[in-house]
């Protein structure tokens, strides 16, 4: 099993940065790879960006392309999700998940709200 604890939400007006953090704990030798998803009220979960573990390639979401980075520090088992240029369509609750070679692990989630 593997435990997903995210955390550095919160609220910031249009054009500002937030920084999210996701440790990971538990059998953290079997992560693949890991990501941030999100999701607006009313809408379906989405992809955001993920990073692999080993290699540490990336890939993005077209809407957050250019204005997010997805990092890691494997020593401390956290990924993190620089956000900049926030805009008002980021609101969503942000989720990290780990990925090994059976299943998903998700946290239990962080509140980002953007207002214009």
């Known amino acids: 099993q593997v435990q997903l604890v995210e955390s550095g939400g919160g609220l910031v007006q249009a054009g500002g940065s937030l920084r999210l953090s996701c440790a990971a704990s538990?059998?953290?030798?079997?992560?693949?790879?890991m990501g941030w998803f999100r999701q607006a009220p009313g809408k379906e979960r989405e992809f955001v960006a993920i990073?692999?573990?080993?290699?540490?390639?990336?890939n993005y979401a077209g809407s957050v392309k250019g204005r997010f980075t997805i990092s890691s520090d494997n020593a401390k088992n956290t990924v993190y999700l620089q956000m900049n240029s926030l805009k008002p369509e980021d609101t969503a609750i942000y989720y990290c998940?780990?990925?090994?070679?059976?299943?998903?692990?998700w946290g239990q989630g962080t509140q980002v709200t953007v207002s214009s």
């Open positions: 538990g059998r953290t030798a079997s992560i693949a790879a």
């Open positions: 990073l692999s573990w080993s290699g540490g390639s990336t």
């Open positions: 998940r780990a990925t090994d070679f059976a299943r998903n692990y």
